[in-house]
Each structure stands twice: as structure tokens, then as C-alpha cells.
């Protein structure tokens, strides 16, 4: 299964929203919107009975970050193309600590197709995340990932140069 890694395209948007909704319905059943901005989803606690309305279509504001991946230095969109589609996509951003510009790259999405997975296509979209990264100056590297996602767990923890060592504690309102 021959696939190019590649740097979004304006074109891609559109087939990245469908794999972006594939990937939050494989783990997420419920998505709440919550208060800062449309489009930014958490899933939702076992307590939300009710969703807030919003007066966007919540694809828009994952729309808007696709865009701005597609010119801004600190976030990009990589596309993994067979010719015939896209079967996977990554999104990363650059953080900055301190004063001296010390970056990190955070990969925040990573999906690829069920069907196409098991076949390098996740691998390869990190290989190529960690060279645009190293190109936009970033030498430290993380990924995120809920411990309920085993595919995703068990992808990181194969990967013998990335270790496990932080937690992250969230707290949404």
C-alpha cells in the first residue's frame, strides 16, 4: 500500500474532516463543545445530560486550524495520500518554553484508516512530523494519548525512542 507523506493542501481539507471525525467516533461516543470556541470538542463527563448550543457548525473551528496548518510556522497538518485518497493524517504544533526558544514539537492527531493500518503509515507519518519539526527548529518531541485508547498506547509504546514519562492532568469548565 504505496502511500505519500505530504504536507496539507487546501484540497485535503474537506477529506481530513472525515478521517477527524472517524478518528473521535472510534474512541468518543459523546462529544461535548466546550467554552472556549466552536469546534474545540472534550469528551463529554457521564454527568452532561445537556450540550450548550453554539452557533457554528463545530467542523468550522477544526476547519479554521486546518487552514491556518496550511501557512502558520507553528502548527502543520502531514496527509498520508495513496493516489486514491487519504488514509491517515497528523497534526502538530510547536510549543515554546523560556526565553531562549527552547521548541517542542507536540504531535495532538494522529489517525490512520483501520483498514490501512498495520502497514507503516502511522510510522511514517511520525518520521515525517519529527522532520518538519526538526525543521521548524523544534528538538523535543511529545505525543499525547488517553490510556483508553489501546491501538494508540500500544503504537506509542512500540516506538523504542519515544518514553513514557509525563502525565497530564486536564481540568475542562
Same mark, same amino acid.
Given at each position: 500500500?504505496? *502511500? ?11 477529506? &481530513? ?16 463543545? +466546550? /467554552?472556549?470556541?466552536? #469546534?474545540?470538542?472534550?469528551? %463529554?463527563? @457521564?454527568?452532561?445530560?445537556? &450540550? ?5 457548525? @463545530? ?10 496548518? $496550511?501557512?502558520?510556522? $507553528? ?11 487519504? +488514509?491517515? !493524517? ?11 526558544? !527552547?521548541?517542542?514539537?507536540?504531535? /495532538?492527531? $494522529?489517525?490512520?484508516? @483501520?483498514? %490501512?493500518?498495520?502497514? #507503516? ?13 526538526? =525543521? =521548524? =527548529?523544534?528538538?523535543? !518531541? ?15 509504546? *512500540?516506538? #523504542? ?7 497530564? !492532568?486536564?481540568?475542562?469548565?
Amino acid at each position: 500500500m504505496p *502511500s505519500e507523506v505530504r504536507l496539507i493542501t487546501d484540497q485535503d481539507i474537506e477529506e &481530513v474532516l472525515v478521517l477527524w471525525g472517524l478518528n473521535a467516533g472510534e474512541h468518543v461516543p459523546l462529544l461535548s463543545y +466546550d /467554552r472556549w470556541g466552536p #469546534g474545540v470538542a472534550v469528551p %463529554a463527563r @457521564p454527568e452532561v445530560t445537556e &450540550v450548550e448550543a453554539f452557533t457554528r457548525d @463545530p467542523l468550522d473551528g477544526t476547519r479554521d486550524l486546518l487552514r491556518a496548518a $496550511l501557512t502558520d510556522e $507553528l502548527s502543520f497538518c502531514l496527509v498520508a495520500d495513496t493516489g486514491h485518497g487519504l +488514509d491517515g !493524517f497528523l497534526t502538530g504544533e510547536i510549543h515554546t518554553q523560556s526565553v531562549n526558544d !527552547f521548541r517542542i514539537g507536540s504531535i /495532538r492527531e $494522529l489517525y490512520v484508516r @483501520p483498514e %490501512a493500518r498495520r502497514h #507503516g503509515l502511522g510510522s511514517a507519518l511520525v518520521e515525517a512530523a519529527i522532520a518538519e519539526f526538526r =525543521r =521548524r =527548529r523544534a528538538r523535543m !518531541f511529545r505525543a499525547e494519548v488517553n490510556p483508553d485508547w489501546k491501538d494508540g498506547m500500544a503504537f506509542w509504546q *512500540s516506538r #523504542g525512542a519515544w518514553l513514557q514519562d509525563a502525565v497530564v !492532568f486536564n481540568h475542562y469548565e
